[in-house]
Protein backbone atom coordinates (compact mmCIF):
# COMPACT_ATOMS: atom_id res chain seq x y z
CA UNK A 1 0.00 0.00 0.00
CA UNK A 2 3.02 2.51 0.96
CA UNK A 3 4.04 1.59 -2.84
CA UNK A 4 0.91 2.67 -4.19
CA UNK A 5 0.33 5.75 -2.52
CA UNK A 6 3.85 6.75 -3.04
CA UNK A 7 3.35 5.67 -6.75
CA UNK A 8 0.10 7.83 -7.11
CA UNK A 9 1.83 11.07 -4.98
CA UNK A 10 4.60 10.94 -7.63
CA UNK A 11 2.16 10.70 -10.35
CA UNK A 12 0.15 13.31 -8.95
CA UNK A 13 3.14 15.47 -8.53
CA UNK A 14 4.31 15.22 -12.00
CA UNK A 15 0.64 15.85 -13.51
CA UNK A 16 0.58 19.20 -11.55
CA UNK A 17 3.89 20.35 -12.74
CA UNK A 18 2.84 19.91 -16.61
CA UNK A 19 -0.63 21.13 -16.04
CA UNK A 20 0.74 24.38 -14.48
CA UNK A 21 3.45 24.97 -17.65
CA UNK A 22 2.35 22.70 -20.27
CA UNK A 23 5.50 22.60 -21.91
CA UNK A 24 5.55 19.15 -23.15
CA UNK A 25 1.98 19.00 -24.30
CA UNK A 26 2.04 22.57 -26.37
CA UNK A 27 5.43 21.02 -27.73
CA UNK A 28 4.03 17.93 -28.64
CA UNK A 29 0.56 19.16 -29.85
CA UNK A 30 2.79 21.67 -32.42
CA UNK A 31 4.98 18.86 -33.05
CA UNK A 32 1.97 16.65 -33.92
CA UNK A 33 0.09 19.34 -36.26
CA UNK A 34 3.43 20.05 -38.34
CA UNK A 35 4.27 16.64 -38.89
CA UNK A 36 1.30 15.66 -40.37
CA UNK A 37 1.32 19.12 -42.62
CA UNK A 38 4.41 17.88 -43.91
CA UNK A 39 3.71 14.36 -45.28
CA UNK A 40 0.09 15.94 -46.64
CA UNK A 41 2.01 18.88 -48.39
CA UNK A 42 5.22 16.96 -49.40
CA UNK A 43 3.27 13.68 -51.01
CA UNK A 44 3.46 13.51 -54.48
CA UNK A 45 -0.36 13.71 -54.73
CA UNK A 46 -0.39 12.03 -58.70
CA UNK A 47 0.75 8.73 -57.22
CA UNK A 48 0.48 8.26 -53.11
CA UNK A 49 -3.29 8.58 -51.84
CA UNK A 50 -3.73 10.20 -48.30
CA UNK A 51 -5.57 6.87 -47.03
CA UNK A 52 -1.64 4.81 -48.43
CA UNK A 53 0.03 6.92 -46.16
CA UNK A 54 -2.56 7.46 -42.69
CA UNK A 55 -1.66 4.26 -41.02
CA UNK A 56 2.32 5.05 -40.76
CA UNK A 57 1.86 8.72 -40.51
CA UNK A 58 -0.40 8.23 -37.74
CA UNK A 59 2.08 5.81 -35.72
CA UNK A 60 5.23 7.70 -36.40
CA UNK A 61 3.74 10.92 -35.12
CA UNK A 62 2.84 9.02 -32.28
CA UNK A 63 6.11 8.02 -31.53
CA UNK A 64 7.92 11.10 -32.00
CA UNK A 65 5.22 13.70 -30.48
CA UNK A 66 5.53 10.68 -27.26
CA UNK A 67 9.50 11.41 -26.77
CA UNK A 68 9.39 14.80 -26.76
CA UNK A 69 6.77 13.92 -23.67
CA UNK A 70 9.47 11.26 -22.36
CA UNK A 71 12.54 13.38 -22.59
CA UNK A 72 11.11 15.69 -19.39
CA UNK A 73 10.16 12.64 -17.73
CA UNK A 74 13.39 13.14 -15.02
CA UNK A 75 14.71 16.33 -16.35
CA UNK A 76 12.62 18.46 -13.53
CA UNK A 77 14.26 16.30 -10.83
CA UNK A 78 17.54 16.59 -12.01
CA UNK A 79 17.43 20.62 -10.82
CA UNK A 80 18.23 20.87 -7.23
CA UNK A 81 18.68 17.49 -6.34
CA UNK A 82 15.41 16.95 -6.23
CA UNK A 83 16.11 13.03 -7.73
CA UNK A 84 18.34 12.29 -4.67
CA UNK A 85 15.61 13.54 -2.49
CA UNK A 86 13.08 11.30 -4.00
CA UNK A 87 15.78 8.30 -3.59
CA UNK A 88 16.09 8.89 -0.34
CA UNK A 89 12.24 9.04 0.62
CA UNK A 90 11.52 5.82 2.45
CA UNK A 91 9.48 3.91 -0.26
CA UNK A 92 10.18 1.22 -2.63
CA UNK A 93 12.36 2.28 -5.94
CA UNK A 94 9.27 0.69 -8.02
CA UNK A 95 7.01 3.06 -6.53
CA UNK A 96 8.97 6.03 -8.36
CA UNK A 97 8.88 4.13 -11.38
CA UNK A 98 5.25 3.46 -11.74
CA UNK A 99 4.50 6.83 -10.55
CA UNK A 100 6.67 8.69 -13.73
CA UNK A 101 5.45 5.69 -15.75
CA UNK A 102 1.66 6.95 -14.81
CA UNK A 103 2.39 10.43 -15.26
CA UNK A 104 4.10 9.76 -18.70
CA UNK A 105 1.33 7.11 -20.05
CA UNK A 106 -1.24 9.64 -18.57
CA UNK A 107 0.43 12.78 -20.81
CA UNK A 108 1.32 10.78 -23.60
CA UNK A 109 -2.62 9.46 -24.25
CA UNK A 110 -3.17 13.12 -23.71
CA UNK A 111 -1.01 13.60 -26.71
CA UNK A 112 -2.94 10.66 -29.09
CA UNK A 113 -6.50 12.81 -28.32
CA UNK A 114 -4.73 15.76 -29.91
CA UNK A 115 -3.52 14.30 -32.49
CA UNK A 116 -5.92 11.73 -33.33
CA UNK A 117 -9.09 14.01 -34.48
CA UNK A 118 -5.86 16.06 -36.16
CA UNK A 119 -5.35 12.99 -38.14
CA UNK A 120 -8.61 11.82 -39.19
CA UNK A 121 -9.52 15.53 -40.56
CA UNK A 122 -5.97 16.23 -42.70
CA UNK A 123 -6.24 12.35 -43.92
CA UNK A 124 -10.06 12.13 -45.01
CA UNK A 125 -10.35 9.20 -43.14
CA UNK A 126 -13.54 7.69 -42.52
CA UNK A 127 -15.20 7.98 -39.35
CA UNK A 128 -16.49 4.59 -38.33
CA UNK A 129 -16.49 1.96 -35.54
CA UNK A 130 -12.70 1.28 -36.42
CA UNK A 131 -11.61 4.61 -35.50
CA UNK A 132 -12.23 3.43 -31.66
CA UNK A 133 -10.36 -0.07 -32.75
CA UNK A 134 -7.27 2.48 -33.55
CA UNK A 135 -7.80 4.43 -30.99
CA UNK A 136 -7.58 1.36 -28.48
CA UNK A 137 -4.21 0.08 -30.34
CA UNK A 138 -2.39 3.53 -29.60
CA UNK A 139 -3.82 3.48 -25.84
CA UNK A 140 -2.10 -0.12 -25.71
CA UNK A 141 1.41 0.39 -27.46
CA UNK A 142 1.33 3.83 -25.32
CA UNK A 143 1.61 1.60 -22.07
CA UNK A 144 4.91 -0.44 -23.47
CA UNK A 145 6.80 2.37 -24.94
CA UNK A 146 6.61 4.53 -22.22
CA UNK A 147 7.47 2.20 -20.19
CA UNK A 148 10.40 1.78 -21.94
CA UNK A 149 11.21 5.56 -22.50
CA UNK A 150 11.02 5.65 -18.41
CA UNK A 151 13.44 3.65 -18.02
CA UNK A 152 15.66 4.95 -20.97
CA UNK A 153 14.99 8.46 -19.48
CA UNK A 154 16.03 7.41 -15.66
CA UNK A 155 19.50 6.38 -17.81
CA UNK A 156 20.23 9.32 -19.37
CA UNK A 157 18.53 11.89 -16.72
CA UNK A 158 22.33 12.63 -15.22
CA UNK A 159 23.99 12.47 -18.21
CA UNK A 160 25.33 16.25 -20.04
CA UNK A 161 23.30 15.37 -23.32
CA UNK A 162 19.59 13.67 -21.46
CA UNK A 163 18.23 15.45 -24.49
CA UNK A 164 20.15 13.85 -27.27
CA UNK A 165 20.76 10.49 -26.01
CA UNK A 166 17.14 9.68 -24.98
CA UNK A 167 15.54 9.67 -28.75
CA UNK A 168 18.88 7.67 -30.07
CA UNK A 169 18.28 5.06 -27.40
CA UNK A 170 14.41 4.79 -26.93
CA UNK A 171 13.38 5.14 -30.96
CA UNK A 172 14.97 1.49 -32.09
CA UNK A 173 12.73 0.48 -29.40
CA UNK A 174 10.10 1.86 -30.89
CA UNK A 175 10.16 0.38 -34.06
CA UNK A 176 8.52 -3.04 -33.24
CA UNK A 177 4.92 -1.31 -31.42
CA UNK A 178 4.65 1.35 -34.22
CA UNK A 179 4.98 -1.17 -37.09
CA UNK A 180 2.64 -3.46 -35.30
CA UNK A 181 0.56 -0.69 -34.62
CA UNK A 182 0.33 0.57 -37.95
CA UNK A 183 -0.29 -2.81 -39.66
CA UNK A 184 -3.33 -3.34 -36.82
CA UNK A 185 -4.22 0.13 -38.56
CA UNK A 186 -4.15 -0.83 -42.12
CA UNK A 187 -6.40 -3.84 -40.98
CA UNK A 188 -9.15 -1.91 -39.35
CA UNK A 189 -9.55 0.67 -41.83
CA UNK A 190 -9.97 -2.00 -43.96
CA UNK A 191 -12.66 -3.78 -42.45
CA UNK A 192 -10.24 -7.06 -42.34
CA UNK A 193 -11.37 -9.80 -40.15
CA UNK A 194 -10.28 -9.92 -36.27
CA UNK A 195 -8.33 -13.10 -37.07
CA UNK A 196 -5.55 -10.57 -39.09
CA UNK A 197 -5.73 -8.56 -36.56
CA UNK A 198 -5.14 -10.57 -33.42
CA UNK A 199 -1.06 -11.55 -34.07
CA UNK A 200 -0.44 -7.78 -34.39
CA UNK A 201 -2.70 -7.03 -31.31
CA UNK A 202 -0.52 -10.27 -29.49
CA UNK A 203 2.99 -8.61 -30.35
CA UNK A 204 1.73 -5.11 -28.90
CA UNK A 205 0.54 -6.56 -25.19
CA UNK A 206 3.87 -9.08 -25.27
CA UNK A 207 5.68 -5.71 -26.14
CA UNK A 208 3.73 -3.84 -23.49
CA UNK A 209 4.48 -7.06 -20.76
CA UNK A 210 8.03 -7.02 -21.30
CA UNK A 211 9.04 -3.76 -21.06
CA UNK A 212 6.85 -3.59 -17.92
CA UNK A 213 8.33 -6.22 -15.91
CA UNK A 214 12.55 -4.88 -17.24
CA UNK A 215 11.52 -1.72 -16.44
CA UNK A 216 10.28 -2.49 -13.27
CA UNK A 217 13.37 -4.86 -12.10
CA UNK A 218 16.00 -2.31 -13.36
CA UNK A 219 15.18 0.30 -12.17
CA UNK A 220 15.83 0.00 -9.15
CA UNK A 221 19.66 -0.61 -10.56
CA UNK A 222 19.39 2.04 -13.18
CA UNK A 223 18.35 4.87 -10.31
CA UNK A 224 21.02 4.12 -7.93
CA UNK A 225 23.80 4.05 -10.08
Not at 37 to 50: C, I, K, N, P, Q
Amino acid sequence: MIGIRAALAIAAKDLRIEARHRTALLTAGAFVVLVQLVFVFARDTASVGLMALAPSVLWVTLALSSLLVLNRAFLLERENAALEAILLAPVPRGALFWGKWLANTILVLVVIAIAFPIWVVFFNVEPSSALLGVLGAAALAAAGFTAAGTLFAAITARTRYAELLLPVLLLPFLIPPVYAGAQVTVRLLGHRPFAELWPWLRILTLYDMVFLLLATLLFSAVVDE
